[in-house]
């Protein structure tokens, strides 16, 4: 088989895997008669078409100059798909051997220890009575977003985020998006890109809104998260190179760890840190109600907490590897990762939901920002967003940004 007729039948295998989860084809913008045409066939059917896929991937011939990034990504993501379908066939894989065989890269190994100096540092900044827990949930509850102002404070935000975005990346001029607030979730905002540059946007209400997270979802979200990530790769790589195998997106795969970490990563990008302070205490404060005069120890907290995101890798380990229970990971978030009880939960939902997914995340940002500043200039910030706009024109899965 060539390179295309792999391509082709990446994609049809993917929309075949999308009729036994609804959730896993994250976005599509192919062909319509190949989705109209997609069947349920028995997953032992799929899982024959996709070893012997992954056998005419491997053997495909060395690749055309130009197109070398473009096979390896496919091989990667030919083979995610053979993990993912003798997943839902009942053949169950350790965390680590689960996220290295979908996302291709493993969270580091961390315990409870390495995160007892974070707490320490953390237990500092918010002295006072009680545990660490309930001592952060107190400090926290006067930077929640009143109900009634999260629409204009969100809208504030994506805004910011979409114009500091359009200085440094071309994107079509009928780009566009729309929000929704949404209900009963397991994760707190959603892109749902629909192709033709537009997305929808669903942020859940389930909890109050922190202020921190106006400018984290309208990021990650939007610009220059999923939003952008998505439009590049439908002008770039869909719609100039035809290349159909960038046409589907499975949430369960390579992909998603350059999209959630770049989406992550980019927050920073879009807002480098004195720029955000500047622009929280001048505009997002206000609009919430919220003192701006608050904003500097805030985010001194926010740094600190940040430093705890992986105890949700270790928590997730123990848990979906039958280490502990149910009432033990939900107690070793609310110690380590400090969520307070129902949010704990919540996210033990999206770990059952998703499982290793969750390393998407935090090592995927720490990877995206390690690739981004070693090949950009130092202390220029064209050159960082140049190096990040290619990254995401032209993806890369964990094992291609090590440079």
Same mark, same amino acid.
């Given at each position: 088989?060539?390179?295309?007729?792999?391509?082709?039948?990446?994609?049809?295998?993917?929309?075949?895997?999308?009729?036994?989860?609804?959730?896993?084809?994250?976005?599509?913008?192919?062909?319509?008669?190949?989705?109209?045409?997609?069947?349920?066939?028995?997953?032992?059917?799929?899982?024959?078409?996709?070893?012997?896929?992954?056998?005419?991937?491997?053997?495909?011939?060395?690749?055309?100059?130009?197109?070398?990034?473009?096979?390896?990504?496919?091989?990667?993501?030919?083979?995610?798909?053979?993990?993912?379908?003798?997943?839902?066939?009942?053949?169950?894989?350790?965390?680590?051997?689960?996220?290295?065989?979908?996302?291709?890269?493993?969270?580091?190994?961390?315990?409870?220890?390495?995160?007892d100096p974070i707490l320490a540092e953390l237990s500092e900044l918010l002295p006072?009575?009680?545990?660490?827990?309930?001592?952060?949930?107190?400090?926290?509850?006067?930077?929640?977003?009143?109900?009634?102002?999260?629409?204009?404070?969100?809208?504030?935000?994506?805004?910011?985020?979409?114009?500091?975005?359009?200085?440094?990346?071309?994107?079509?001029?009928?780009?566009?998006?729309?929000?929704?607030?949404?209900?009963?979730?397991?994760?707190?905002?959603?892109?749902?890109?629909?192709?033709?540059?537009?997305?929808?946007?669903?942020?859940?209400?389930?909890?109050?809104?922190?202020?921190?997270?106006?400018?984290?979802?309208?990021?990650?979200?939007?610009?220059?998260?999923?939003?952008?990530?998505?439009?590049?790769?439908?002008?770039?790589?869909?719609?100039?190179?035809?290349?159909?195998?960038?046409?589907?997106?499975?949430?369960?795969?390579?992909?998603?760890?350059?999209?959630?970490?770049?989406?992550?990563?980019?927050?920073?990008?879009?807002?480098?840190?004195?720029?955000?302070?500047?622009?929280?205490?001048?505009?997002?404060?206000?609009?919430?109600?919220?003192?701006?005069?608050?904003?500097?120890?805030?985010?001194?907290?926010?740094?600190?907490?940040?430093?705890?995101?992986?105890?949700?890798?270790?928590?997730?380990?123990? !848990?979906?590897? %039958?280490?502990?229970? @149910?009432? #033990?990971? /939900?107690?070793? *978030?609310? &110690?380590?990762?400090?969520?307070?009880?129902?949010?704990?939960?919540?996210?033990?939902?999206?770990?059952?939901?998703?499982?290793?997914?969750?390393?998407? !995340?935090?090592? %995927?940002?720490?990877? @995206?920002? #390690?690739? /981004?500043?070693? *090949?950009? &200039?130092?202390?220029?910030?064209?050159?960082?967003?140049?190096?990040?706009?290619?990254?995401?024109?032209?993806?890369?899965?964990?094992?291609?940004?090590?440079?």
């Amino acid at each position: 088989m060539e390179l295309n007729q792999v391509a082709e039948a990446y994609v049809k295998l993917v929309l075949a895997v999308g009729q036994h989860d609804p959730g896993y084809v994250d976005a599509y913008y192919g062909p319509a008669e190949w989705q109209a045409a997609s069947q349920k066939l028995p997953l032992a059917d799929l899982l024959q078409q996709a070893e012997e896929l992954t056998a005419q991937a491997q053997a495909l011939p060395a690749a055309v100059a130009g197109q070398e990034l473009r096979q390896d990504f496919l091989r990667l993501h030919v083979a995610a798909v053979r993990t993912y379908i003798a997943h839902l066939a009942g053949h169950k894989l350790s965390f680590d051997d689960e996220s290295q065989a979908l996302y291709d890269a493993r969270s580091p190994e961390l315990s409870p220890a390495d995160f007892d100096p974070i707490l320490a540092e953390l237990s500092e900044l918010l002295p006072g009575e009680g545990d660490l827990n309930t001592r952060l949930s107190t400090y926290a509850k006067q930077f929640e977003i009143p109900q009634d102002k999260l629409d204009v404070v969100f809208k504030a935000a994506i805004n910011e985020s979409r114009a500091r975005t359009r200085k440094h990346i071309s994107l079509p001029e009928e780009e566009n998006f729309e929000i929704e607030y949404v209900k009963d979730q397991v994760w707190s905002a959603y892109n749902w890109y629909k192709g033709n540059s537009y997305s929808l946007i669903q942020v859940n209400t389930d909890f109050p809104m922190f202020i921190s997270r106006a400018i984290d979802l309208a990021s990650h979200e939007g610009y220059p998260g999923h939003h952008v990530f998505n439009l590049l790769i439908e002008k770039h790589l869909v719609n100039d190179n035809a290349w159909v195998e960038y046409s589907v997106y499975p949430l369960y795969s390579p992909m998603s760890f350059l999209a959630e970490g770049s989406a992550n990563y980019g927050i920073e990008v879009a807002f480098p840190h004195a720029e955000r302070m500047a622009f929280e205490k001048e505009v997002l404060f206000p609009l919430a109600g919220i003192d701006p005069a608050k904003v500097e120890h805030y985010y001194q907290v926010q740094a600190v907490l940040q430093k705890l995101t992986y105890a949700g890798n270790m928590v997730a380990k123990l !848990y979906l590897d %039958g280490d502990i229970e @149910t009432e #033990a990971a /939900v107690a070793m *978030l609310m &110690k380590y990762a400090l969520s307070d009880e129902a949010r704990s939960r919540q996210r033990l939902r999206f770990m059952e939901k998703h499982r290793s997914y969750v390393i998407n !995340y935090n090592l %995927g940002q720490d990877m @995206t920002k #390690a690739y /981004v500043e070693k *090949l950009a &200039k130092p202390g220029d910030e064209q050159s960082r967003w140049q190096v990040f706009a290619e990254l995401l024109s032209q993806p890369r899965t964990a094992s291609m940004m090590k440079v």
